[in-house]
């Protein structure tokens, strides 16, 4: 039986939304009451849609505190904080620090989305981080003035990624931010991403997904927009409206980002099969995208952790990879061969280790797990990092515009050289999943 921290009851599919969201041009808000200009944040203030602002989720952290053990454990001072807003992109900037202790602060928002590292601060030191964060809800408004609606999956009502306001969540060693100040930013250009549970923002520990860890490497230059789910195939994708929903935001200078062949290889339907509806999706992707001025870019499946007798990675994916190579090749377009790397990545760190870039943990490792963690397809918060430098190198080889906004931190990336899992460090989340996400 699924066993989840907290069930949130989140609104979705909303088509009208509080003034004060539909209005917001920038707001500043204050923990610490240094800026007096700022809206101050008062320990009491908990988010309603009314007052538009304020703490949420503290009675899952609480629970969550609740339950945890010895290796599952929730840094002091976490906290989430929401604010409505309509549908788009936001330039965050948070400023991090405090005049009473040190720092250690990480900073994700919305499902997972990791934006700021365990940033170091001294007593009284303060340090100021902008990124961009994409928002968005169900509604879909269409050319014609007319609304349709995503149809997502039941599970998906209780993510952060379908609802009416901006969630960041404040982790870290020793989360230390004074304030958050949010302002619209829909002039950047927008990587959308499409795909599957290997793409998607893992809202639950100890999964995770390279769409959710990209955010990492770019500046407040660049939104990233993940719409991938989990068992999805580029049919269903498409059949769900979530294509369609993001063909009615896109814009000139954006790129589309497509991962499928995981789940696509499991249709039986008539019709069916890589060289045919496979194909056929894609190319329905790579002209909704050119008719919109977006760059299409395709990445290939990643690889199963599957090894054969002499520790080599085996093929599961059939000719599903080779598909969309073809189609690649047919329509020009872009395509990263995440395939091949990650074959190299799971050879590099061999039959033992490799599971550490995988949801591979013991019984009782999270609460409520009774059984242990055997997955060879998902990754956990390592894999994910790693393979999101992996995409990171797939756009550098392309030599896309995009580049000139990777952070200054970010250093290239080798898959047969990855970094040490051992020195990885994760700070968890109190959502917790002990059943996997769907999808093989």
Known sequence: MRHIISLLVLSVATLSQPLHAQSILSRTYSFDARDKSAIQVKPTDVFTPE?????????????????????????????????????????VTVTLGSKKAKGNTTVRAESRRLFMQNEETKKGEFKTCSFIVNKRNTTILLPDGKTDYVRIKKREETKMNWDDKLTIEVNGDAPAVSSVRIEPANDVPTLWLCGNSTVVDQDYEPWASWGQMITRWFTDKVAVANYAESGETATSFIGAGRLKKIVSLMKEGDYIFMEFGHNDQKEKRPGSGAFYNYAYALKQFVDEARAKGVTPIFVTPTQRRSFDKVGKIQETHANYPEAMRWVAKDLGVQLIELHDMTRTFYETLGVEDSKHALVHYPAHTYPGQMTAFQDNTHFNPYGAFEISKMIVEGMKSLNLPIMEHLRSDYTSFNPSKPDDWK??????????????????
Do not use: M
């Open 51 to 91: 007052q538009g602002y304020g703490y949420d989720f503290q009675s899952v952290i609480a629970e969550a505190r609740k339950a945890q053990n010895e290796t599952f454990h929730l840094s002091d001072g976490i906290f989430y904080f929401s604010v409505a807003v309509p549908d788009g992109n936001y330039k």
């Open 423 to 440: 020195t990885f460090h994760w700070n968890d989340g109190p959502f917790i999943d002990i059943i996997k996400p769907d999808g093989n």
